[in-house]
């Protein structure tokens, strides 16, 4: 399954922001805003974004009829999500797919949006964007912003190869499959539900922050048992920030995973460094030489 060709953006397109998660800080949302209009494109915030219900940023379908309104206008090229925390899980069951099929505006984000991002993509082919979201852009680096910016404005069949600095070998081997992924509890949270998707074919990435290796472990365990990772062809891991030490999760990961091409070290997810990973397309990893190379899909470039 591979998604539609996303359109290319250039300076001047509009990016809209939904919130499918949890309540943000305006002060700090709107840092991320100017930075964005910085890159040189415009934001538009919708109506009653700012919305809260407890840890929400306002009720379930409110946050819903947002993202459907974001995808039905015409001057909106892009969505990005104001932050994560909690709450896309419990939009999923309201979300007209049949009307989001059609899409080829990428939605962005990362953490708590890996549930949109990996049931859109996998269900309806909804163009996805691993990448910040808008509260995490107030502070994010150079790297960071650059990075978001070639995924946005760049053809997916023309971005550059990948290749890690810092990369390590797990399990040698090299693999083919359409990426897909995020964070690790958020997608382990997704077994046994409606949602629970399909990694056929998939080079599953993973990242993951403030969770103990036994932690790491429990939810690897509840994941290979309930079949999630059947058909995944190669495992990337992300950062795993605040999680221990990275010799015992590497030797975690191994034993549940080790069959498998296994490689670490992808600077994405919530550590300094979080660069935009476009999902759904075919990506050739190999773990040998620490790259991952994108093939792409068509232009997108209806300007």
């Not at 974004?49 to 947002?66: C, F, N, V």
């Not at 995973?257 to 992808?266: E, I, S």
């Amino acid at each position: 399954m591979t998604i539609k060709s996303p359109f290319t953006l250039v300076p001047g397109d509009t990016i809209g922001v939904c919130a499918l998660s949890g309540a943000f800080d305006p002060a700090i949302f709107a840092r991320g805003v100017k930075v964005l209009e910085h890159m040189g494109f415009q934001v538009y915030v919708p109506p009653g974004l700012s919305a809260t219900k407890r840890y929400l940023a306002g009720e379930d379908q409110h946050r819903a009829d947002i993202f459907h309104d974001l995808v039905s206008m015409e001057a909106v090229r892009a969505i990005m999500c104001a932050r994560g925390g909690f709450g896309a899980m419990r939009v999923l069951p309201i979300l007209d797919f049949e009307r989001l099929r059609e899409s080829r505006k990428p939605l962005v984000g990362f953490s708590d949006v890996t549930a949109a991002l990996v049931t859109l993509g996998r269900r309806v082919d909804f163009p996805v964007i691993h990448g910040p979201v808008i509260t995490s852009l107030a502070t994010a680096c150079d790297t960071t912003q650059r990075s978001l910016y070639g995924v946005l404005t760049t053809p997916w069949h023309e971005l550059s190869d990948v290749t890690l600095k810092n990369g390590t070998t797990l399990t040698p081997g090299r693999a083919n499959g359409f990426l897909y992924g995020g964070n690790l509890a958020t997608l382990c949270h997704l077994c046994g539900t409606p949602f629970q998707p399909s990694l056929e074919k998939t080079i599953l990435f993973l990242e993951e922050i403030n969770e103990p290796a036994y932690k790491v472990d429990r939810m690897l365990t509840q994941m290979r048992l309930s079949g999630l990772f059947r058909g995944v062809k190669g495992i990337v891991l992300g950062q795993f920030q605040n999680c221990g030490d990275e010799k015992i999760l590497h030797e975690i990961f191994h034993e549940h995973l080790g069959f498998l091409p296994l490689l670490a070290g992808v600077p994405s997810g919530h550590g300094h460094v979080n660069m935009s990973l476009p999902m759904g397309i075919s990506v050739l990893m190999d773990a040998d030489e620490h790259c991952l190379s994108w093939a792409g899909q068509g232009d997108g470039n209806d300007h």
